[in-house]
């Protein structure tokens, strides 16, 4: 199983961004995404998670109503836009998905966001 983030970088607050995770190694289309992030000196944390099928999303309170979690089972990839972005999202952003009871994490991205 590989996970690979990619989109992460330095915004205004107020800003966006687009995270993007590519996944292998498993059958993608069967199994929910998730993104977490670790803020600094923080642990990490649960952000969005999607249905296999996409149907169903779940968001952190937090974040509701500005991150918008998406995937595209044919390109097995998954996605997380991040609009009016706030210093409080500064983290880093992992995929994460758990496969035959197993965890499987990417290398992370950073996201600051600061003016």
């Known amino acids: 199983v590989q996970l690979v983030e990619s989109g992460g970088g330095l915004v205004q607050p107020g800003g966006s961004l687009r995270l993007s995770c590519a996944a292998s190694?498993?059958?993608?289309?069967?199994?929910?995404m998730s993104w977490y992030r670790r803020p600094p000196g923080k642990g990490r944390e649960l952000v969005a998670a999607?249905?296999?099928?996409?149907?169903?999303?779940n968001y952190a309170d937090s974040v509701k109503g500005r991150f918008t979690i998406s995937r595209d089972n044919a390109k097995n990839t998954v996605s997380l836009q991040m609009n009016t972005l706030k210093p409080e999202d500064t983290a880093v952003y992992y995929c994460?998905?758990?496969?035959?009871?197993?965890?499987?994490w990417g290398q992370g991205t950073q996201v600051t966001v600061s003016s």
């Open positions: 994460y998905v758990n496969f035959q009871i197993r965890s499987y």
């Open positions: 190694g498993f059958t993608f289309s069967r199994y929910a």
């Open positions: 999607i249905s296999s099928a996409g149907s169903t999303t």
